[in-house]
T-cell receptor, first 116, second 117 residues
Framework: ETGVTQTPRHLVMGMTNKKSLKCEQH?????MYWYKQSAKKPLELMFV???????ENNSVPSRFSPECPNSSHLFLHLHTLQPEDSALYLC???????????????FGSGTRLTVV | AQTVTQSQPEMSVQEAETVTLSCTYD???????LFWYKQPPSRQMILVIR??????QNATENRFSVNFQKAAKSFSLKISDSQLGDAAMYFC??????????????FGQGTELSVKP
């Protein structure tokens, strides 16, 4: 474990379902991120939160709704998804000026999402 | 906007041999950070090595080293004495040094490395 925990690890949902992905870190980081990783594509940044405030939304469809109630928790609420949304969703956190991993990210293990 | 390009979708190396993974990037900034991340089948993204752009000396971490050519905007990763556990997807990534905290990390497409026993 890296200190960033994502649940669930696997999720299968229908296109009409509503589900949520959870990310949790207790590293004292103040920035959190959602990335989408599809096969044969670079990781796509979806959302950035700094000190609980959303600072970037990378033109993500509204069927993805992030929530950051505090600096340790990040959610991604999903509703009416499409099959092309099937991917690995990675959460990461960071905080500059803290040791050898300055400016680097700590990633979770991801949630493998399949939309049927 | 910054971009990162990895032109080798797949690479293969014999165990105990050396392999070099390529990465180029495009930026107009002078101060930034470059990273190599490893993603094994467990899906965990693991930081392998990092390089600050203002440092001329190439970073080294045990069997992993980089060849950082700032003028050419090239950042290759050399893995020496390859081991079976090195088999993974490797991602090159860029991050601005300036701006507010939490600057975004921009990734290349990845290179899948296989290690033959």
């Amino acid at each position: 474990e890296t200190g960033v925990t994502q649940t669930p690890r696997h999720l299968v949902m229908g296109m009409t379902n509503k589900k949520s992905l959870k990310c949790e870190q207790h590293l004292g980081h103040n920035a959190m991120y959602w990335y989408k990783q599809s096969a044969k594509k670079p990781l796509e940044l979806m959302f950035v939160y700094n000190f609980k405030e959303q600072t970037e939304n990378n033109s993500v469809p509204s069927r993805f709704s992030p929530e950051c109630p505090n600096s340790s928790h990040l959610f991604l609420h999903l509703h009416t998804l499409q099959p092309e949304d099937s991917a690995l969703y990675l959460c990461a956190s960071s905080s500059p000026g803290q040791g050898v991993d300055d400016y680097g990210y700590t990633f979770g293990s991801g949630t493998r999402l399949t939309v049927v | 906007a910054q971009t990162v390009t990895q032109s080798q979708p797949e690479m293969s190396v014999q165990e105990a041999e050396t392999v070099t993974l390529s990465c180029t990037y495009d930026t107009s900034e002078s101060d930034y950070y470059l990273f190599w991340y490893k993603q094994p089948p467990s899906r965990q993204m693991i930081l392998v090595i990092r390089q600050e752009a203002y440092k001329q000396q190439n970073a080294t971490e045990n069997r992993f080293s980089v060849n950082f050519q700032k003028a050419a905007k090239s950042f290759s990763l050399k893995i020496s004495d390859s081991q079976l556990g090195d088999a993974a997807m490797y991602f090159c990534a860029y991050r601005s040094a300036g701006g507010n905290q939490g600057g975004k990390l921009i990734f290349g497409q990845g290179t899948e490395l296989s290690v033959k026993p």
